[in-house]
């Protein structure tokens, strides 16, 4: 482990970071004992394992893991290793299967990890070989919020409500239905998955507090990819509320946008769509909000993402959608996005869904590309000897704002501008990267 303290590399009052932290192969190898093996961790979504049997492959950090539907229904998340010789048992995306059999020498896992064949158990292991004690690796906990799978190595991490905080309700914006409906979303197809040269916390800030990347975007704004209609800006121009960034010191988490508060004019909450059945959807959702009492206006009017310490990010609408930053080396991140819609969305507007999202996100999205240029670009320019000498400057906002009014431990900022995010995530990963037991 190394020697020097990372508080020394992350100086919080100064907003100073010293580069060493995104491209250090050996603060890299402590992130992966210290940061990943004791966080909460996002694997993916119930709906993508509806039925008994199905399975999803998924990872934790750079352990492989799988999510699987055991056959009374209960979910799990093994580690993808048999524990023989250490092979993956599940060797695809997703599926359905009564059983994991390994390729190599053929021991085979049940749906809830028991090992329950052995080749050769008679005459190769005499039957003294104790299965009870072989089984799959399981996760220490494990969550299901609203449908999606949260997981822990550490028996000792906070219950995943207590990890969350307050903040849980920027992801409830993300996980409810447009409608309210409590959990009322499922994702949509597949996962999009790609790799890019950048450490895996430039992406995890930019979820969590870059609201000033704005030149970075101007192009997208220019064209008009919006959700509804052409000529629109993105995430919609619904989303205009932004004043404020809220960020969590003690938990790491950070969300770009405002405090959920009044509105001192009426809105109707969402884009306007050329799409018939989508523009009558969300008319629907909209009187439905107000007949429920849904907390009105919407959570995610105030902001763009946030992201879950340390790599579940997320877009709260327009495109709604979560994406994990998988570490694979201090320099290079393994991206992995999900989309999620509304379980209710008629079928034309599922697809009408579809295609904004791959407009917007993934290795081909307009949007996503603009981001992935910089964090790869400014990666390459941070790694050599002499680049790594300078830090980085996170004094944007530096010294305004203050502690939030209502949400239990979260910090605002004064303004839309502010990089206190950001050094709120970096100082729990300090104290998370110190911490030795
Ligand atoms: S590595 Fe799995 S059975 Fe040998
Ligand atoms: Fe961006």
């Known amino acids: 482990?190394?020697?020097?303290?990372?508080?020394?590399?992350?100086?919080?009052?100064?907003?100073?970071?010293?580069?060493?932290?995104?491209?250090?192969?050996?603060?890299?190898?402590?992130?992966?004992?210290?940061?990943?093996?004791?966080?909460?961790?996002?694997?993916?979504?119930?709906?993508?394992?509806?039925?008994?049997?199905?399975?999803?492959?998924?990872?934790?950090?750079?352990?492989?893991?799988?999510?699987?539907?055991?056959?009374?229904?209960?979910?799990?998340?093994?580690?993808?290793s048999c524990r023989h010789r250490g092979m993956k048992v599940c060797r695809y995306d997703e599926g359905n299967t009564p059983v994991f059999t390994c390729p190599y020498h053929g021991w085979s896992y049940g749906l809830d990890g028991s090992l329950v064949g052995v080749p050769r158990f008679k005459e190769g292991y005499y039957g003294e070989l104790d299965k009870s004690q072989w089984g799959l690796v399981e996760v220490a906990q494990l969550c299901n919020y609203k449908g999606t799978i949260w997981a822990t190595w550490d028996p000792k991490a906070p219950p995943f409500l207590e990890y969350l905080g307050d903040f849980r309700v920027f992801l409830d914006g993300t996980l409810d239905a447009f409608d309210g409906e409590d959990g009322g979303s499922e994702v949509l197809g597949g996962v999009h998955k790609w790799v890019i040269p950048t450490n895996w916390k430039f992406v995890a800030e930019n979820f969590n507090g870059d609201h000033y990347h704005h030149p970075t975007h101007i192009s997208v704004e220019a064209v008009g990819i919006g959700p509804g209609r052409t000529g629109e800006a993105r995430h919609s121009d619904v989303q205009r509320h932004r004043r404020h960034m809220t960020s969590f010191p003690e938990k790491g988490h950070g969300w770009r946008g405002g405090p959920p508060q009044s509105l001192d004019e009426e809105i109707y909450p969402f884009p306007r769509f050329e799409l018939p059945e989508a523009e009558a959807y969300f008319q629907a959702a909209y009187d439905r909000r107000k007949k429920i009492g849904a907390p009105s206006p919407p959570t995610w009017m105030f902001g763009g993402g946030g992201n879950v310490f340390p790599n579940a990010s997320f877009h709260i609408a327009f495109p709604r959608s979560i994406c994990v930053s998988h570490p694979r080396g201090p320099l290079h991140t393994e991206m992995w996005r999900w989309y999620l819609v509304d379980k209710n969305f008629p079928d034309a507007v599922k697809d009408h869904f579809r295609h904004y999202s791959m407009r917007y996100g993934g290795p081909a999205g307009m949007t996503e590309q603009d981001d992935m240029e910089n964090w790869c670009y400014a990666t390459a320019a941070s790694k050599g000897p002499i680049a790594r000498r300078y830090d980085y400057n996170y004094q944007l906002g530096l010294g305004h704002g203050g502690v939030h009014p209502r949400l239990q431990g979260a910090w605002v900022s004064d303004g839309e501008f502010s990089e206190r995010n950001a050094l709120s995530m970096y100082g729990h990963w300090a104290e998370m990267m110190d911490r030795a037991d």
């Open 1 to 80: 482990m190394i020697a020097t303290s990372m508080k020394r590399l992350v100086d919080v009052d100064s907003g100073i970071i010293s580069r060493e932290i995104f491209v250090n192969e050996e603060i890299y190898r402590q992130e992966q004992e210290r940061i990943f093996t004791r966080a909460w961790l996002f694997v993916g979504h119930e709906s993508q394992i509806a039925k008994p049997g199905d399975y999803f492959s998924s990872y934790m950090g750079e352990d492989p893991v799988v999510l699987s539907r055991d056959r009374q229904g209960q979910i799990h998340v093994f580690l993808n």
